[in-house]
C-alpha cells in the first residue's frame, strides 16, 4: 500500500538508541514493491468495452478482493486499477533514477525534496498522484466506484485502489489518482479540482512517484516529508472548494 500521510520521521540514522520508526520506511517500500509486482486487477477503457464496465466493478470491490488470496485458491492481487480512454503513460528512466540515487547517497550531498526533483527532472520521473486513505467498507467503495467513472469518462488519466488486507493494523486502504507531472503545480491542482468534482470530500495528499522509487516513505532516515501537498475540503467556503497547502513551501496554493 502506499504510504505518507504522515510526516517525516523523528528519529536519526540507525545505530543503537535509534528510533525504531525510523526504518519503517523499509518495510513500507518493501509492502508497496510487493503488491506492485503481484498481479493487478485492470479495467482499460483503451481497449475493454465500456458496456463491461458496471459487471467488473461490481464483480471487484476493492473491500473483498483479498490482498493475499484466499483458501479456494484465488491468487494474491496487488492493486485493483482503472485507466482511461487517453491514458498515455510516460518513459521514466527508472534504471538511471536509481544508478543517480546511489551516487547522490554515496556523495554525502543532502537528500532535500530540491535534490531530488532535480534527479527526476533528469531521468523523467514526472509522474505522481493524490492519495486518500479510507476505511474499508461503504466509504471505500462509494469513492472508489465515483472515481472510476470519473476515469472512465476521460475525467481523469488513470486510479487505482489497494486490495483488502486482513493483516492491516489501520483497517484503512488507500487510493491513488494520477497525473503526469509532479512538478507543474497548475496540473496537480487541476487534477485536485477534479477529484473533488466526484464528490469526494476526504482529506487528500499528494507524492511524486520518484519518492515511491526511491523508497521515500513515512519515518525515513532521511527526514523527508513523503507528500508534497495536502487537500482538504472546506465545507463553510461559499462556494466549497478544496484549501491546499504546499508542504515544502508551508504555503496556502487555494
Not at 138 to 161: F, I, T
Amino acid at each position: 500500500m502506499e504510504e505518507g500521510e504522515a510526516g517525516p520521521g523523528p528519529g536519526a540514522e540507525h545505530g543503537e538508541g535509534a528510533d525504531p520508526k525510523v526504518f519503517a520506511a523499509d518495510s513500507y517500500a518493501a509492502e508497496s514493491m510487493a503488491a506492485d509486482l503481484d498481479p493487478w486487477i485492470v479495467f482499460d477503457a483503451r481497449r475493454t468495452p465500456r458496456a463491461e464496465f458496471d459487471d467488473w466493478l461490481e464483480s471487484n470491490r476493492p473491500s473483498c478482493v483479498s490482498r493475499y488470496g484466499d483458501e479456494d485458491g484465488e491468487s494474491p492481487v496487488g492493486w485493483i486499477a482503472v485507466m482511461g480512454p487517453d491514458h498515455s503513460p510516460s518513459s521514466p528512466d527508472v534504471l538511471g533514477l536509481q544508478e543517480s540515487w546511489e551516487q547522490l547517497l554515496a556523495s554525502g550531498r543532502p537528500v532535500t525534496f530540491q535534490t531530488v526533483k532535480e534527479l527526476a527532472l533528469n531521468h523523467n520521473v514526472l509522474s505522481g498522484k493524490w492519495l486518500m486513505h479510507l476505511d474499508t467498507g461503504y466509504k471505500l467503495e462509494h469513492a472508489w466506484e465515483c472515481l472510476a467513472r470519473a476515469v472512465l469518462d476521460g475525467k481523469l488519466s488513470m486510479a487505482k485502489v489497494s486490495t483488502h488486507d486482513p493483516r492491516s493494523d489501520s483497517g484503512r486502504q488507500v487510493i491513488c489518482v494520477y497525473n503526469n507531472n509532479f512538478t507543474d503545480e497548475g496540473e496537480v491542482m487541476q487534477l485536485d479540482g477534479a477529484i473533488r468534482s466526484t464528490g469526494v470530500k476526504c482529506m487528500l495528499v499528494y507524492k511524486p512517484d520518484v519518492y515511491t522509487y526511491l523508497g521515500i516513505y513515512r519515518h525515513n532516515r532521511w527526514k523527508i516529508c513523503p507528500t508534497i501537498y495536502e487537500s482538504r475540503f472546506n465545507l463553510e467556503c461559499v462556494p466549497r472548494r478544496s484549501l491546499v497547502m504546499n508542504k515544502i513551501t508551508k504555503t496556502e496554493v487555494t
